[in-house]
């Protein structure tokens, strides 16, 4: 079974600083892979996903992610953070051999930035 | 365009009651997909529906169960309520066609189990 790993489980950054949060997962075939954020009182929103193709994605809010095959990784990045960029993030992925859309989630991490 | 919804917002049940959460997917969706988040944790898929058919399900047990409607809209259920079944229960909701598929998510209700 598939899993993922979110190492950074509370990061906090000063405005203007820039970010990386990890994210690894494990499994071996083809998969899809995504970032959600969740903003403090709001729903789950879609940051980035990779499909197939460049494994650099760029997201909504200047948000991108690099898809390392050979190192199942899929770090989330953003050159300058926003006191607005404070959420929960998750890192999800969809294995495609099981023939359905079950994502499997991260942990999360809590991102606190600082005015 | 309406995103997906979900009702009740808030839920208190006892331990042994049952309950059932009701999500209207997003116009033009085929597939619902369901899962349970517990404080602090990461979403946990239990179950998806495609075309009224369920079409895959994570480690959770029977009493656990759903329901998706002509409509593609969807319910939950869970019988025989305990204690850690207090949770945020999440619908998410996409359009099946191919392999690359993206969920929207709605707001979650929020069940607590006393």
């Known amino acids: 079974a598939q899993s993922v790993s979110q190492h950074n489980h509370h990061v906090i950054l000063s405005e203007a600083a820039s970010l990386e949060l990890g994210c690894n997962y494990s499994?071996?075939?083809?998969?899809?892979l995504f970032w959600y954020v969740q903003y403090p009182g709001q729903h789950l929103q879609l940051l980035l996903k990779y499909f197939s193709g460049d494994p650099l994605v760029k997201g909504i809010k200047g948000f991108e992610a690099e898809f390392i095959k050979s190192k199942f990784s899929f770090n989330l990045r953003k050159p300058s953070v926003q006191w607005s960029d404070t959420a929960e993030y998750f890192c999800?992925?969809?294995?495609?051999?099981?023939?359905?859309?079950?994502?499997?989630f991260g942990t999360g991490t809590r991102l606190t930035i600082i005015p | 365009e309406t995103g997906v919804t979900q009702s009740p917002t808030h839920l208190i049940k006892t331990r042994g009651q049952q309950v059932t959460l009701r999500c209207s997917s997003q116009s033009g969706h085929n597939t619902v997909s369901w899962y349970q988040q517990a404080l602090g944790q990461g979403p946990q898929f239990i179950f998806q529906y495609y075309r009224e058919e369920e079409n895959g399900r994570g480690n959770f047990p029977p009493r656990f169960s759903g329901l998706q409607f002509p409509n593609y809209s969807s319910e939950l259920n869970v019988n025989a309520l305990e204690l850690d079944d207090s949770a945020l229960y999440l619908c998410?909701?996409?359009?099946?066609?191919?392999?690359?598929?993206?969920?929207?998510f709605g707001p979650g209700t929020r069940l607590t189990v006393l």
């Open positions: 499994y071996g075939g083809t998969v899809n």
């Open positions: 998410a909701s996409s359009l099946s066609q191919g392999s690359n598929n993206e969920q929207f």
């Open positions: 999800a992925v969809n294995a495609l051999n099981f023939g359905n859309e079950k994502l499997t």
